[in-house]
DNA sequence: GTCAGCGCTGTCAAAAAGTTAGTGTATGGT
DNA sequence: ACCATACACTAACTTTTTGACAGCGCTGAC
């Protein structure tokens, strides 16, 4: 079997939309700092909503990137994690976010140079 | 300085967006494999739409990820290629690429056990 | 008793993306 | 000569996605 990002019709094209959505790499990253209940990661994340929050994290635990462990107590506890698959996934992206960090100086001067 | 992009106000933030936004990553990607005009670039991406492509193709011109150009003849021609910037960042997508492909087997099996 | 917190799910409006049409020149085929 | 097509976009309009907010039933702190 052949996947390429490349053709519309690719499940792996889904895929990668997920990982690369709106919030898909935050919260990728934000669960690779260790697993966390729902509303502590939504702090890590700031500026999602509860519902995006939601979505993204059904999308990815459908894909196999994120497990989801309901713990029935009646304070209601759900606690989130990274599988296998997930981890390797997500240290691509902190390399990416690191990159990212690491050269805005570079991009802001851009920014600044395109605006003339 | 400090850049950090779990700051929603944090400009690497929206660099980031632009990156892997439903487009950036594809486009990044595609012109890793050499500089292209824009049709042969959106030939490349199968599903971008002219607009969207534009608008991606300008966003990270912007962030200085993309070169732009213009060659004054009369079947307009338009040039784009990466900067290093552009091309270091790409490598990064790239590997994040082949990953998703190299475990959709994965990815897949987990989406078909996840409908029972 | 009142209030905040838990993990969501709906509703509705705003923002983003997609679709279609048009720009002006200049080739290629018939 | 004529029509279609390619080129690189932009503008107008429609559809999809998002984001902001309310509510659920229950608990523990004050």
Redesign the pocket.
Known sequence: MDFDVFAKDCPSRSVLEHLT???GVLTLAGLRKGPA????L??RID??????L??T??ALERDGFVR?E?LA????????SLTDLGETTADHLLALIGHVEAHMPAVLEARATASR
């Open positions: 959505g709106r919030w209940r729902f509303n502590a939504r702090r500026g999602v909503s509860e519902k995006m939601a979505q994290l059904q989801r309901v107590a009646m304070p209601p506890s759900v606690n989130y």
